[in-house]
Structure formats: structure tokens, C-alpha cells
């Protein structure tokens, strides 16, 4: 099973910062990843797909690089609303696809 | 806009069953590999099964592996998961998810919906 570690593991930040936030894979997934947004008591939602497609009207301010194990969400300009947890996921050896632990980003 | 909605959750005790739905509508759900994603309380996202369009492959987490059972009914357009044996650790928040038909084998997942909670306990 492939195993993913985010980093840090919360972030705290100023409406208008930029956000980097990491995602390492204990082997490689080529660029099979994927990064979600998770606001409190809300489904999550699929903001990047294959390590940079951004998803159907996910705003221009997130961004997604990296390949093979290492990952970068970035999100150019904190928005109020962009305050949530972040979760990175996996599917590349499948089953089971797996995700990180998540990244809280939270106002400073 | 696609709806998810699942139904069925709620408390049961350590070896009971519960068998949770989730009604889509507003796309083609015969189109699309279909989901259940868990979250325990206040922890992170786990993937717990997947099946195809016509229910022809199903893949699960090995930890409910012979214990939960995913199935769908596309005349209905509704997803299922059937769980046995239920543990305390298998309490959480359920999301049916549908998978972005980019991602072979239901891997990733652009709409959810808002989650059953499930709680075994005695």
C-alpha cells in the first residue's frame, strides 16, 4: 500500500498569502494524485486531478505540480473561503487508492 | 448540478448489519464507476470500495474485505453498500462519491455527496 505524508500538517496564514502545501509518496505514483478540499461538516471536494488538472470550475488560484513522489498544492492568494483542510490522494497502485492525513490551513 | 444522497446510517452494535443507499440524479449514473468514501470522526479520508458502470468489477479496502458488499442498481440509480460484521472501527462518516470518468477504475472522485453517519456501538 502506498502511504502518503502531508506536509505541514496545519498552516497558518493571512488572507492574501500564498499557501504551499506538500505531499510525499512512500513510493512512486507517477502522476496519479489528486488534491481535495474539506471545509468542516462539508463533503470533500476535487480541486486538482492527474498532479495538475485543475477540476471543473476550481479557480485559477490553485495549482498542482510535482511527479513520481513529490507534490505541491499551491494556492496563489488566500481567499477567505480557501481556509479548510487539504487532502492529497493516490491512484496509482490500485487498490486500495489511499490518501494523506490532510493539511489544515487556518487563519493566522 | 449532480446529487448524491445517501440514507440508511445510524447506530448499531458491534456484529450487526446495515445497508447504507445513495440515490443519484441529474447525470448518467449508468456512466460512471461509482464510490464509498469513510471518514472516522475527526480523522482523515478513507477509500472503502468501488464498482463499474455494470457492476462487472468491485474492489474494496482490505479491512472490510468479506464483510461489505457494494452494489448498484442503475435502473434505479442507486448505489449500495452492504455491511456485516460491523466493528467499532468502522464507524464513520459514509460519502458516496462518483468518479471523474477520466480516472480508471472509480480512483478519483469529482462529486460526493454529503455523508451518513454510521456508529457501532454497544
Known amino acids: 500500500e502506498i502511504v502518503l505524508t502531508q506536509s505541514p500538517a496545519t498552516l497558518s496564514l493571512s488572507p492574501g498569502e500564498r499557501a504551499t502545501l506538500s505531499c510525499r509518496a512512500s513510493q512512486s505514483v507517477s502522476r496519479y494524485l489528486a488534491w481535495y478540499q474539506q471545509k468542516p461538516g462539508q463533503a470533500p471536494r476535487l480541486l486538482i486531478y492527474?498532479?495538475?488538472n485543475r477540476a471543473t470550475g476550481i479557480p485559477a488560484r490553485f495549482s498542482g505540480t510535482g511527479s513520481g513522489t513529490d507534490f505541491t498544492l499551491t494556492i496563489s492568494s488566500l481567499e477567505p473561503e480557501d481556509f479548510a483542510v487539504y487532502y492529497c490522494?493516490?491512484?496509482?497502485?490500485?487498490?486500495?487508492?489511499?490518501f494523506g492525513q490532510g493539511t489544515k490551513v487556518e487563519i493566522k | 448540478e449532480v446529487q448524491l444522497v445517501e440514507s440508511g446510517g445510524g447506530l448499531v452494535q458491534p456484529g450487526g448489519s446495515l445497508r447504507l443507499s445513495c440515490a443519484a440524479s441529474r447525470f448518467i449514473f449508468s456512466s460512471y464507476w461509482m464510490s464509498w468514501v469513510r471518514q472516522a470522526p475527526g480523522k482523515g479520508l478513507e477509500w472503502v470500495a468501488s464498482?463499474?458502470?455494470?457492476?462487472?468489477?468491485?474492489y474494496y479496502v482490505d479491512s472490510v474485505k468479506g464483510r461489505f458488499t457494494i452494489s448498484r442498481d442503475n435502473a434505479k440509480n442507486s448505489l449500495y453498500l452492504q455491511m456485516h460484521s460491523l466493528r467499532v472501527e468502522d464507524t464513520a462518516v459514509f460519502f458516496c462519491?462518483?468518479?471523474?470518468?477520466?480516472?480508471?477504475?472509480?480512483?478519483?472522485?469529482?462529486?460526493w455527496g454529503q455523508g451518513i453517519l454510521v456508529t457501532v456501538s454497544s
Open positions: 492527474d498532479a495538475s
Open positions: 462519491a462518483r468518479a471523474l470518468r477520466h480516472c480508471s477504475g472509480g480512483s478519483c472522485f469529482d462529486y
Open positions: 490522494q493516490q491512484r496509482s497502485n490500485w487498490p486500495p487508492w489511499t
Open positions: 464498482i463499474k458502470q455494470d457492476g462487472s468489477e468491485k
